[in-house]
């Protein structure tokens, strides 16, 4: 049977399941499983939901996402199983949980805080375009480099990730390095396609953020290191955040005549004399 007329029998077995139930409804194309499970642990619902949600599950690996986040370890069992027949998932959120199988076509990744995943698993998600490895200690250069499809990547307060696989992935369009105190200029300077970029607190400096002119979005916030003569090449920018930024001046501010976004909490740099010049300003933020 082909993969369309599985997925209308899978999602008419999953509304019969819910027929009759405080579940009644449509099934959605995603889905979010929280703590879901948690439910599963009681004697009257167990079978119910279990059932339920098995059958959701099916139906809604044969469209785009599925996330599960918080699940219980009793269950992984029964997720593993279900995901393991769900090659066709292509977003998965992971937080604190083991389970991940052969879904070679997953495009979206949160391992955010993992501690079980590891190299052995990840790279062979060769199609990965967004991967979230925030605070992650298991992933490393290792399986990274192999990625090099990716578009997004989050390495905020990430230790173990270095240049010597981020500077390989020249695709990227969104980098976060909120806290990163491994990632330097040596594989930054290498992404000129990015179009958002996050410094906040970071230790990348002027050398690489002068050549990033494809940004559109870039976060300075309690950052010391860049400087005017960096920024006022950005002239690409449409949202700019400088909350607690003391070093940032009037000087560069006032040539981005693109801001249409401009963040100054806690600012006490930034003058009326500059944002003056960005007439296409639609929203400013600040406060002292």
Same mark, same amino acid.
């Given at each position: ?152 990547? =989050? !390495?905020?307060? @990430?230790?173990? /990730?270095?240049? +010597? $696989?981020?500077?390989? &992935? #020249? %695709? *990227? ?45 870039? =976060? !300075?916030?309690? @950052?010391?290191? /860049?400087?005017? +003569? $960096?920024?006022?090449? &950005? #002239? %690409? *920018? ?51």
């Amino acid at each position: 049977m082909s993969d369309k007329g599985d997925a209308v029998d899978h999602k008419r077995a999953a509304e019969s399941e819910l027929a009759g139930t405080e579940l009644t409804g449509t099934v959605p194309k995603r889905i979010r499983l929280n703590y879901v499970f948690e439910m599963i642990e009681s004697d009257l619902l167990g079978g119910l939901i279990e059932d339920a949600i098995g059958a959701i599950c099916d139906y809604v690996s044969l469209e785009m996402h599925l996330a599960l986040t918080q699940v219980s370890k009793k269950h992984n069992r029964l997720i593993n199983t279900r995901i393991s027949r769900m090659p066709n998932i292509m977003g998965l959120a992971f937080r604190h949980n083991a389970l991940l199988n052969k879904l070679t076509n997953l495009t979206e990744l949160r391992l955010g805080h993992n501690r079980f995943i590891t190299d052995n698993t990840v790279m062979n998600l060769t199609n990965l375009t967004h991967l979230n490895l925030s605070d992650n200690k298991c992933i490393t250069d290792n399986s990274v480099s192999h990625l090099t499809d990716l578009t997004s990547l =989050n !390495l905020c307060y @990430n230790r173990v /990730i270095t240049d +010597n $696989s981020v500077s390989r &992935l #020249t %695709n *990227l369009t969104q980098l976060e390095l909120t806290r990163n105190s491994v990632i330097t200029d040596n594989s930054v300077s290498h992404l000129t396609n990015l179009t958002h970029l996050d410094l906040w607190n970071d230790l990348i400096t002027n050398i690489s953020v002068g050549r990033l002119t494809n940004l559109t979005t870039l =976060n !300075l916030e309690y @950052n010391h290191i /860049i400087k005017d +003569n $960096s920024v006022s090449q &950005l #002239t %690409n *920018l449409t949202h700019l955040n400088l909350d607690y930024n003391h070093v940032i001046t009037d000087n560069s501010v006032s040539q981005l005549t693109n801001l249409t976004e401009l963040s100054l909490y806690h600012n006490k740099v930034i003058t009326a004399n500059s944002v003056s010049h960005l007439t296409k300003l639609t929203r400013v933020n600040r406060y002292h």
